[in-house]
């Protein structure tokens, strides 16, 4: 008789017995669960494993399909392992590298000796075509790690790849396979080619743009839209790093090991401190500029970009006059709701736009204003109650919030008035040349350490209310992020290196009972990868210290 485990499946609120030994796949095929969109991976005791997954005990099942976070994200791993293989079969000789999130998908540099061109990307697109067509199986092994060194350092295209697990410091690794061709990658995959129902692949500047299926709508792909401006500031970093010779996390790691952290720390600091001081003179030689306009998501550091900016203002003679727009919010019950029917204080209508934009207009013309004054645990705006404010001749206004990009803020104020600045943690290191590092997770490091120090929030009630405030971004912040005049990256190469410090004992207090555990193990292991410095030689000025603590600023 043979020996069975019981499983309790999450979806359907049901218990069935699998063999010892089952896969994921085999679990799901006798569990009677029924999904829109075929399962790709499933969260086995709250941590992420892909259908190839074996059961051995009892163990509390949650089947995952694309409309999920993790299972999107699989999905999408999947697709650059298709892609890898495609431009390994049609250019032998070539190299592809998963380089920039963009236009709703990922901009790929394609190396082949030569321009990329339309036929390129047919002939690739149509080999990807047959590889999901001819349903190959999308092999799992697992070996000790100077064995999976020893099969990437004899294929010269995977370099970065050997860099990175020489680097890692664990006993064994997973790599995948499809049909004779190996790759890497640090989080699930697919069990097979064929699960892939829906991509895109365009060309795109001198490259690649692979388009993936929407992550709020995956019967359909994401809509291709510009971002010319976002594009030019991650190509910029690149350029940039690959001067230093600093592209990966492997670069980055031998570096750590040959002492010169303290060198990417100066040079990234003086770097950023350079752009910002940028920013200040084209502020300044702009005629007619009143006021400066600084918006991002959660955790871009919005609000140390304020202040460094403000201090290079007064370096090119003006004096900046910040005003809160946290002051202009609506009385509590005038607030929109939410789908959920709570306050939704993300909304632009939680503001009071008609007040601000008089206020304004009245600045601008030299009258002198009260500033409003919000009572946050009364829920009551005092239209009177803030200081008094007049603009002298070389007075300019900085503002600073989630909304400030949008022409429905500052409607009624005149374009040559104001100077927009979009600031974001963008990060443009990448793991290796097939594994980028998601920018969401940079700036959801940043908001579990800051949540943690000053606001006594435990990492698993960030990361619970981490899609709410995604979901708010989308709607509110990344539609207007291409209206800047100037975009901030406010991420440095050096700065998951010392978030791994402070990060990691708060997101091992996160419990294995808990739904956010799957969450907290998958950014664990992801710091994992990269060599831990000290922060010590951080300056107090630093961007990174709105998040770690010690700043020399008032927050």
């Known amino acids: 008789m043979k020996q069975t485990v019981k499983i ?24 009677g669960i029924e999904m829109k969109h075929e399962p790709v991976s499933a969260k086995v005791n709250n941590k992420v494993e892909g259908m190839h997954y074996r059961v051995y005990h ?17 999905y999408v791993r999947t697709l650059f392992f298709i892609l890898c293989k495609a431009v390994h079969d049609i250019y032998p ?13 990922y901009y790929c540099d394609l190396k082949i000796g030569r321009a990329v061109t339309q036929e390129d990307v047919k002939i690739l697109r149509r080999r990807m075509e047959e590889m999901i067509s001819s349903k190959m199986p999308i092999r799992r092994h697992e070996c000790p790690t100077e064995e999976a060194v020893e099969v990437f350092s004899r ?61 709020y709508n995956p019967d359909v792909l994401g809509d291709m839209v510009r971002q010319d401006k976002m594009f030019e500031i991650f190509q910029e ?29 100066n040079v990234s600091e003086a770097l950023q401190e350079k752009k910002i001081a940028q920013m200040a003179e084209a502020v300044a030689e702009k005629k007619g500029v009143r006021m400066v306009l600084i918006a991002g998501p959660s955790s871009s550091g919005k609000t140390t970009t304020c202040k460094r900016l403000s201090i290079q203002l007064m370096t090119c003679g003006l004096r900046p006059v910040q005003i809160s727009l946290d002051d202009y919010f609506v009385n509590r019950a005038e607030t929109p709701l939410d789908e959920k029917g709570d306050y939704d204080y993300e909304s632009l209508y939680a503001l009071n736009i008609p007040l601000l934009n008089n206020h304004m207009e009245r600045l601008f013309e030299g009258e002198e204003i009260t ?34 990009l949008n022409p429905k803020l500052t409607g009624q104020i005149p374009d040559e008035k104001k100077y927009r600045v979009y600031a974001s943690a963008l990060t443009t290191i990448l793991l290796d040349d097939h594994n980028y590092i998601p920018t969401t997770d940079n700036r959801l490091l940043r908001r579990i350490i800051r949540d943690y120090k000053y606001r006594g929030c435990s990492a698993e009630d960030t990361i619970r209310r981490w899609a709410s405030v995604r979901a708010g971004e989308n709607k509110w912040i990344f539609p207007y992020q291409e209206n800047a005049d100037t975009m901030f990256n406010t991420a440095m190469l050096f700065e998951l290196a010392v978030i791994r410090n402070q990060a990691e004992p708060i997101l091992r207090q996160v419990p294995q009972n808990s739904p956010e555990h799957a969450e907290a193990y998958r950014l664990l292991k992801f710091l994992s990868y990269i060599s831990p410095i000290n922060d010590r030689e951080i300056p107090p000025t630093s961007l990174i210290r709105e998040f770690l603590g010690g700043s020399s600023f008032k927050y």
């Open 8 to 31: 309790r499946c999450k979806n359907n609120k049901k218990t069935v017995n699998a063999e010892i030994g089952s896969t994921l796949y085999d679990i799901f095929s006798i569990s």
């Open 93 to 105: 000789e070539g190299h592809v590298v998963i380089d920039i999130p963009v236009s709703n998908g």
């Open 237 to 265: 970093h690149h350029r940039w790093q690959n001067i230093i010779g600093l592209s990966t996390v492997g670069d980055f790691n031998e570096q750590v090991k040959q002492r010169s952290a303290t060198e990417i720390i």
């Open 58 to 74: 009892s163990q509390d099942v949650e089947f995952l399909d694309v409309t999920t976070p993790s299972g999107h994200r699989a």
């Open 155 to 215: 294929i010269s295209a995977h370099s970065s790849k050997v860099k990175l697990l020489r680097g890692l410091g664990s006993l064994y690794t997973v790599y995948y396979e499809i049909d004779g061709y190996y790759d890497y990658y640090y989080g699930t995959m697919l069990t097979n080619t064929r699960l892939i129902y829906l991509f895109g692949l365009e060309k795109y500047y001198d490259g690649l743009l692979l388009r993936i299926p929407s992550p």
């Open 371 to 404: 500033l409003p004054q919000y009572d946050f645990q009364t829920g009551i705006s005092n239209e009177q109650g803030g200081k008094k404010l007049r603009l002298r001749d070389n007075d300019i206004l900085v503002v600073e919030g989630i909304h400030a």
